[in-house]
């Protein structure tokens, strides 16, 4: 081996420790805490276990179960633990990262290949957490766009009846996942069908393929009246999404601005200029007109199309929907990066902004999640120690905390997820009222909770739901425990 090829591999190797020791970090931070999505994932391995098979995340039709199917044998070897769920999206985006490697050496060098991999796996900060996150889906739409832009890449270069196949099973298998996977694979097909047009002669295989890799799609779609073909309602207006992404979501999947904070990181005047800066790199990339680039160039300029009309990127809290073009941010900053400075400047300052972002969440303790109007507190167990020494197996609790109770107890005690829409008093005990058709993700355990008389209830502390719902329980003698930053009303006689 080169001492060239000694020194890169030294180099990746470092990167990937530290993208390690990152990783950790979020892990060990307040905000590292399992939440409720995470819990969901969890129980839907379980439930694969045992002979169930959702296709998407309860109560949608779009996220496919894959994460949860490859945590399913992580979670019968060690338990239903948030360590088993998140290794398998850690192990994604890890993989997703040799990819953006594969990628580089087909659009740019080997050595800014490996640049692109070493950023794209430390930074930035909020993307450094989401990737110990089990959220269902990110991982796998992540790897699968990840795959069809190498796939693309390859039969631009070559056709080959393999990578025909691949492209069709990958496409498949990303609708299946999530609908995000067209940001990247819409324009990249329009873009190989104009240059390579003899692809189209040989296409045959590529819908095929496709069918096969969706087939779970399809099936799901079949049973629920193409749920998929049905996003959910847009929360505010269609501009706002555009400006959502300028203000909000791009400066925070670029690690300038903090997510659910909104905080520039150095200041609002340091972030604006680099903001400005790195747009202006994109246009003079754009004017060069480099022809290897060009494919990930089209995925940027095509992508606010794509978050304008989404009915669901009214969230500007923090920057889930930029998933699919952080790599492809990760690539156009290695083009640039010509000498060994410029690299060097580029990697310490990505690494400086993740740092900075870490030390800023845990120092203003910033909430991921809220619910009841308050932050949701990050330590379960001292709700699950008041339940288990008043021997309640059932407790009411909002989505946040419901999913957690059931998950941490390893279902010995199960929370039934309830908005309180309309509470009431019944044979001396507390009903939500939540109407039958309004039951969340999964009525289940609602249900389930609703046939024992004994039902606790769990409020975050400082929220707005307990005080509603406080004169009913104090009514029917319940009792308030204070039991970390949660109140637990435990019914009487319990």
């Known amino acids: 081996m080169s001492g060239a090829r000694r020194g890169l591999l030294g180099f990746a190797l470092a990167g990937a420790a530290a993208g390690v020791g990152l990783r950790v970090w979020a892990l060990l931070l307040p905000q590292g805490a399992l939440d409720a999505d995470e819990a969901v994932v969890g129980l839907m391995a379980r439930g694969i276990l045992h002979g169930t098979f959702p296709v998407f995340f309860p109560g949608q039709g779009y996220g496919g179960s894959q994460e949860a199917f490859l945590a399913a044998p992580l979670v019968a070897a060690f338990g239903l633990t948030d360590a088993a769920i998140r290794a398998v999206v850690v192990a994604l985006w890890a993989g997703s990262a040799v990819l953006v490697w594969r990628i580089g050496l087909r659009v740019l060098d080997e050595r800014r290949a490996a640049i692109a991999a070493v950023l794209f796996w430390i930074w930035p900060t909020y993307f450094d957490w989401k990737s110990t996150r089990a959220h269902g889906f990110y991982g796998s739409e992540l790897f699968l766009g990840l795959a ?126 680099l903001y400005a800066g790195l747009a202006a790199g994109f246009v003079w990339l754009c004017l060069r007109r480099t022809p290897r680039l060009t494919p990930l160039l089209l995925i940027v300029a095509v992508f606010p199309v794509f978050y304008f009309v989404s009915p669901y990127t009214w969230l500007q809290s923090e920057p889930r929907y930029l998933t699919l073009v952080l790599p492809v941010f990760a690539l156009l900053a290695a083009a640039v990066l010509t000498t060994r400075t410029r690299a060097a400047l580029a990697l310490a300052l990505a690494g400086a902004l993740t740092v900075a972002g870490f030390v800023e969440l845990d120092r203003h303790r910033v909430a991921p999640f809220r619910t009841e109007g308050a932050p949701v507190p990050a330590n379960l167990a001292p709700v699950l120690d008041t339940l288990r020494t008043h021997h309640l197996g059932y407790a009411y609790a909002s989505y946040w905390v419901a999913w957690r109770i059931t998950f941490e107890s390893n279902l010995r005690i199960v929370g039934a997820k309830t908005s309180y829409a309309h509470p009431f008093v019944r044979a001396g005990r507390v009903q939500p009222g939540d109407p039958p058709d309004d039951l969340g993700i999964d009525p289940t355990y609602y249900e389930e909770a609703e046939r024992h008389r004994d039902v606790a209830h769990v409020f975050v502390l400082g929220g707005d739901v307990e005080p509603m719902v406080r004169p009913l329980l104090r009514r029917a003698r319940y009792t308030r425990l204070v039991s970390g930053g949660f109140a637990v009303w435990i019914p009487p006689g319990a």
């Open 148 to 273: 069809v832009l190498l796939l693309v890449l390859r039969l631009a270069d070559r056709l080959t009846r393999r990578d025909l196949v691949l492209l069709g099973l990958a496409l498949g298998c990303g609708l299946w996942s999530s609908p995000q996977v067209a940001i990247v694979a819409l324009p990249l097909l329009g873009w190989l069908a104009y240059t390579r047009r003899d692809v189209l002669r040989r296409a045959a295989l590529v819908p095929a393929a496709f069918v096969v890799g969706a087939l779970p799609w399809f099936v799901g779609n079949l049973r629920h009246d193409w749920y998929s073909l049905h996003p959910g309602r847009n929360e505010g207006s269609w501009t706002a999404h555009v400006h959502n992404l300028v203000v909000s979501t791009l400066p925070e999947a670029l690690g300038l601005r903090l997510a659910w904070s909104f905080e520039w990181l150095g200041g609002a005047v340091v972030g604006y200029l």
